[in-house]
C-alpha cells in the first residue's frame, strides 16, 4: 500500500471518528433539551397544584391532596408510582426555581443530564435562595469544560464555601438522620446499610478488618499478624476475608472462624473505636453466656453513648 493510499484510509477512519462524536453530541443536547422541557412541565404542574392549595384554609393534609391527584394522574399516564412522580414534581420546582442557570444551561444544551444531577446535589444542601443562584451560575461555568465525574469534587468545594454554617453545626442536624435500612437481594441475599457519623463507620470497617485479618492468621499456621500478611507464594497481599466476620460480630459479638475450619484460642491485637473494644465482647461459653440486653421500646439508651453494643454489661455499683 503506498503512501497515499495510507493517508486516504487514515482520513476516511478520522472523518467517520468525526461523524460519530458529532452525532453522540446532538444527541446528548436533545437529550438534556428534553429533560429540561419535562422538567418545565412538572414544575407547572407543581405550579398549579400549590395555586390550588392556596384557596384552601386547612391543614396541610388536604392541601397536599391536589399535588397527590396530579402526581396520580401522570403516574397512571407514565406507569410509573405516585410517590415517584410526586418526588420529581417537587425536584422540578426546585431546579426551576432555585437553580434556573442550570435548568437554562440544560434547555440551551450547554450541560447535559449528568452535569445537572451533580450540580443538584452539591447544591442542594445549600438553603439561602440567592446563595443558590449563585452557586448554580459557578457550577454551570465550570459544568461546560468537565466531566461529571471531575465536576462533582468542584462543585462540592464551591458549595462548602457558601455555606453559612460550620460544619460543626451541620453535622449535629445531620446526625438526626442516622439510620439502618434492609434491601432484598436477588439469589436469598441482602443488603445491610448503616449510615452514621463518618468517625463510627470507619471505625466498624476497621474493626471488621482487623477482626478479619486474625480470623485468617489464626486459621493459617505460620501467617504473621502484620497490616499486610504477605503469601509468599503469590507475591501480593491476601484480601482480609471481612465476609466472615461481617455477620458475625453484630449477631454474635465475637468473630467466627470458616465453618470449615477449627476455630483457634490464640487471640491477636485489635484496633478499633473505644465504643466497639473487644473488651466489651469477650466471648463466653453459651452455657454461662447471660443473655443478651436490648433497648426496648420503653427506654432508650443512656445519653451520651456513640454506639449500642448487643453484649451484656456488667451492672453499674449499687
Not at 468545594?157 to 446526625?175: G, I, K, S
Request: proline share 9%; with cysteine; glycine share 6%.
Amino acid at each position: 500500500m503506498s503512501s497515499n493510499q495510507t493517508l486516504d484510509v487514515e482520513a476516511l477512519d478520522d472523518a467517520s471518528v468525526l461523524g460519530l462524536v458529532e452525532g453522540i453530541v446532538a444527541l446528548r443536547k436533545q437529550a438534556a433539551q428534553v429533560h429540561a422541557a419535562e422538567v418545565r412541565l412538572l414544575a407547572t404542574a407543581g405550579e398549579l397544584a400549590a395555586s390550588r392549595s392556596a384557596a384552601l384554609r386547612s391543614d396541610s393534609r388536604e392541601r397536599e391532596m391536589h399535588l397527590r391527584s396530579i402526581a396520580a394522574e401522570l403516574a397512571l399516564a407514565v406507569r410509573a408510582s405516585d410517590r415517584t412522580v410526586q418526588r420529581q414534581i417537587n425536584d422540578a420546582v426546585v431546579l426551576a426555581e432555585d437553580f434556573t442557570p442550570v435548568l437554562e444551561a440544560l434547555e440551551e444544551g450547554r450541560i447535559f443530564v449528568g452535569h445537572a444531577r451533580v450540580i443538584l446535589d452539591a447544591g442542594t444542601p445549600i438553603q439561602d435562595p440567592e446563595a443558590r443562584l449563585v452557586f448554580a451560575a459557578d457550577a454551570v461555568a465550570r459544568a461546560e469544560n468537565l466531566s461529571p465525574a471531575r465536576l462533582r469534587p468542584a462543585v462540592e468545594a464551591l458549595a462548602e464555601r457558601l455555606q453559612p454554617r460550620t460544619v460543626t453545626e451541620r453535622h449535629r442536624d445531620a446526625r438526626a438522620d442516622r439510620a439502618v435500612t434492609v434491601t432484598d437481594r436477588p439469589d436469598g441475599m441482602g443488603e445491610l446499610i448503616y449510615i452514621g457519623p463518618a468517625t463510627l463507620v470507619h471505625g466498624i470497617y476497621d474493626r471488621l478488618t482487623q477482626q478479619a485479618r486474625a480470623v485468617r492468621n489464626a486459621a493459617q499456621p505460620g501467617a504473621s499478624f502484620g497490616p499486610a500478611a504477605v503469601d509468599p507464594s503469590a507475591g501480593r497481599a491476601r484480601v482480609p476475608p471481612r465476609r466472615m466476620v461481617r455477620v458475625s460480630i453484630p449477631l454474635t459479638a465475637h468473630p467466627s472462624s470458616p465453618p470449615t475450619r477449627a476455630r483457634s484460642t490464640s487471640s491477636a491485637p485489635t484496633s478499633s473505636p473505644t465504643c466497639c473494644s473487644p473488651a466489651r465482647h469477650k466471648t463466653t461459653p453459651p452455657s454461662t453466656r447471660p443473655p443478651i440486653r436490648r433497648w426496648g421500646s420503653a427506654g432508650s439508651a443512656p445519653s451520651g453513648r456513640s454506639c449500642t453494643s448487643l453484649s451484656p454489661r456488667s451492672p453499674s455499683p449499687g
